[in-house]
T-cell receptor, first 117, second 114 residues
Framework: AQSVTQLGSHVSVSEGALVLLRCNYS??????LFWYVQYPNQGLQLLLK??????LVKGINGFEAEFKKSETSFHLTKPSAHMSDAAEYFC???????????????FGKGITLSVRP | EAQVTQNPRYLITVTGKKLTVTCSQN?????MSWYRQDPGLGLRQIYY???????DKGDVPEGYKVSRKEKRNFPLILESPSPNQTSLYFC?????????????FGPGTRLTVT
């Protein structure tokens, strides 16, 4: 079974500061990994994804994440936070070889990012 | 525009009154899924469908039904809603067949059962 751990439920940063949202995964096979963002009163939007190509993945809105197999991590970063980054962020994992019931996304519990002026 | 649509976006109902939340996608995706989102629990899969007439339970299927008669539509049915089904519901679709690659999400349906 796969799982995702997002430690903490809330992160607060100042505008212009580094954003670091942590994600650790558990998987018995090389996984596919995703970060989704949910703005208030909206659905989930894909930020970026790792599908076994480059380990450093660049996404939309200046975000990037690095897949580190040795640490089973896929942390999300952005060099300089903007007020518009305030949202909830979800890390998710899937098994690229799975079919049937196992072909699904398993989500972490999410982290709310607040950005202070 | 590629999208997943859900209706209604907001729904308040009473215990026991049957309801249906519709989901439709225009991307010809084989795989569709329903999730519920609850504070502190993230998203949990309710049901999924690999293709037309092929559906199966996810992690929290109790109290829900689905059908997949057409490729584009995947309605969620609550035959006798209860207050513990008050939640935010998302429909999602993806391709290629059977693989949970990038999933596209609808805007969500906020359901309140009193």
């Amino acid at each position: 079974a796969q799982s995702v751990t997002q430690l903490g439920s809330h992160v607060s940063v100042s505008e212009g500061a580094l954003v670091l949202l942590r994600c650790n995964y558990s998987s018995s096979v090389p996984p596919y990994l995703f970060w989704y963002v949910q703005y208030p009163n909206q659905g989930l939007q894909l930020l970026l994804k790792y599908t076994s190509a480059a380990t450093l993945v660049k996404g939309i809105n200046g975000f990037e994440a690095e897949f580190k197999k040795s640490e089973t991590s896929f942390h999300l970063t952005k060099p300089s936070a903007h007020m518009s980054d305030a949202a909830e962020y979800f890390c998710a994992v899937s098994d690229p070889l799975a079919t049937g019931a196992n072909s699904k996304l398993t989500f972490g519990k999410g982290i709310t990012l607040s950005v202070r002026p | 525009e590629a999208q997943v649509t859900q209706n209604p976006r907001y729904l308040i109902t009473v215990t026991g009154k049957k309801l249906t939340v519709t989901c439709s996608q225009n991307m010809n995706h084989e795989y569709m899924s329903w999730y519920r989102q609850d504070p502190g629990l993230g998203l949990r899969q309710i049901y999924y469908s690999m293709n037309v007439e092929v559906t199966d339970k996810g992690d929290v299927p109790e109290g829900y039904k689905v059908s997949r008669k057409e490729k584009r539509n995947f309605p969620l049915i609550l035959e006798s809603p209860s207050p513990n089904q008050t939640s935010l519901y998302f429909c999602a679709s993806s391709s290629p067949r059977g693989r949970a690659y990038e999933q596209y999400f609808g805007p969500g349906t906020r359901l309140t059962v009193t």
